[in-house]
């Protein structure tokens, strides 16, 4: 089983920061792509970033310039930095990773965390 923790969430002035973090523990082979997602009351989920295991970021249009994702690939870890945050960020934060359980398949499961609250007060 493979388990995603998230922290970092919190409550920030509208032009601040926060640093997310998602951290995969449990036992598997390989983490394939990670990424944010977030949902905000009476909305869909919608994907933020992901980031493949070489390195390459896509971004939401609504955060481009805004948002970078990372991560440490040693530590099994994403991270999100979100700078220049407004009310309109305000929802609850998901981290997922595509996993490979085993080295002998190619199939993926994709994981969620728990989420984390990020609201951004006017």
């Known amino acids: 089983q493979v388990q995603l923790v998230e922290s970092g969430g919190g409550l920030v002035q509208a032009g601040g920061s926060l640093r997310l973090s998602c951290a995969a523990s449990?036992?598997?082979?390989?983490?394939?792509?990670m990424g944010w997602y977030r949902q905000a009351p009476g909305k869909q989920r919608e994907s933020v970033a992901d980031?493949?295991?070489?390195?390459?970021?896509d971004y939401a249009d609504s955060v481009k310039g805004r948002f970078n994702i990372s991560r440490d690939n040693a530590k099994n870890t994403v991270f999100l930095q979100m700078n220049s945050l407004n009310p309109e960020d305000t929802a609850v934060y998901y981290c997922?990773?595509?996993?490979?359980?085993?080295?002998?398949?190619?199939?993926?499961?994709?994981?969620w965390g728990q989420g984390t609250q990020v609201t951004v007060s006017s």
């Open positions: 997922n990773a595509g996993v490979r359980i085993s080295r002998y398949t190619t199939i993926q499961t994709s994981y």
């Open positions: 449990g036992s598997f082979f390989r983490i394939n792509a």
């Open positions: 980031v493949t295991s070489a390195g390459s970021t």
